[in-house]
C-alpha cells in the first residue's frame, strides 16, 4: 500500500510539473516573442521582413547621380506588403545618409537601415576643368587654363595633363596624390617655353564639399635667365 501511495504522489507530481509548464511563442524573430515560455503553442506571429536591393552601406562620389535602389517587404505568408522610405541622399554634399526603410502589417512594423557615405574620391577629381589663377605666366608659373585630369597608377594618384600654358600650346603633366579632400602636387621639374630655362613647383590643396572646384598652392621657380623669378601662387579649378 504504501509503494503504492508513492507511486501515486510522484505521478501526480510529474503530471503537475508539465501541465504548469508555461506556453507561448518561442521563436525569437517572432512579434509576441516570449522569453519565459517552455513550450510553444503555435501562436507565434511575424512582422514584415524587408530585403534591401543593393548593400546596406553604399559610397558614392560627390556631385554623381544616385538613385536609391529601394527595397521589398513581404509577410512569412508571401503577401506583398508596402515599403516606406522617409530619407534622402544629397550627393551634390559630402556627408553619411541614412536612408530608413519601413513596412507595417496587423503585427506591427519592421524597420530597416541604407548608410550612403558621399564622398571625395579619385572619380571627384576626374574630368575637365577650367582654371582662375595668379601664378603669373609668362616667365612664372603658366598654367593651362583647361587642363584635364585622369586618373593615375592607383586609386590615390591622380594627373593633371596639359598642366602648363606654352608658346605653341599646352603641355607638361603634374602628377598628384590624393587622400580624400586633400592634393599633393610631387616637386616636378619642365622645360620653361621657348627652351629657356626650366620651370620648378610643387603645390597642395582641397577640394571643396561639392566636389565642383579645388584650390591648390603652389610654390614655383621659373629658372628662364634674366627674365625669371620664383614665388607662390594660387589656382582654382572648377567644373
Not at 541622399?89 to 530608413?100: F, H, K, L, N, P
Not at 585622369?150 to 602628377?175: H, P, R, W
Request: aromatic share 8%; net charge negative; proline share 3%.
Amino acid at each position: 500500500m504504501k509503494k503504492f501511495t508513492y507511486l501515486f504522489v510522484i505521478s501526480v507530481l510529474m503530471f503537475g510539473t508539465q501541465s504548469c509548464k508555461k506556453k507561448g511563442c518561442m521563436d525569437s524573430s517572432a512579434a509576441n516573442y516570449n522569453d519565459e515560455a517552455k513550450k510553444d503553442d503555435g501562436t507565434c506571429v511575424y512582422t514584415p521582413i524587408i530585403t534591401l536591393v543593393g548593400a546596406a552601406d553604399t559610397t558614392i562620389s560627390v556631385a554623381t547621380e544616385w538613385a536609391d535602389p529601394g527595397a521589398t517587404a513581404a509577410n512569412l505568408d508571401g503577401a506583398i506588403v508596402a515599403v516606406m522610405d522617409n530619407s534622402s541622399v544629397d550627393a551634390s554634399e559630402v556627408g553619411v545618409y541614412t536612408i530608413t526603410y519601413t513596412a507595417t502589417n496587423d503585427n506591427g512594423t519592421t524597420t530597416v537601415i541604407r548608410t550612403v557615405n558621399v564622398v571625395v574620391n579619385q572619380d571627384s577629381w576626374l574630368g575637365d576643368w577650367s582654371v582662375s589663377d595668379n601664378c603669373g605666366g609668362g616667365t612664372g608659373l603658366a598654367l593651362n587654363g583647361s587642363p584635364n585630369i585622369i586618373a593615375g597608377g592607383n586609386e590615390e594618384q591622380i594627373l593633371i595633363t596639359e598642366f602648363l600654358s606654352g608658346v605653341t600650346g599646352s603641355y607638361g603633366t603634374a602628377i598628384c596624390q590624393i587622400d580624400g579632400d586633400a592634393i599633393t602636387i610631387a616637386p616636378a621639374s619642365d622645360g620653361a617655353p621657348g627652351g629657356l630655362g626650366d620651370i620648378n613647383y610643387s603645390g597642395f590643396g582641397t577640394m571643396n564639399s561639392n566636389g565642383l572646384s579645388f584650390t591648390i598652392t603652389y610654390t614655383w621657380q621659373n629658372t628662364t635667365p634674366i627674365t625669371g623669378g620664383s614665388g607662390t601662387c594660387s589656382a582654382t579649378y572648377s567644373k
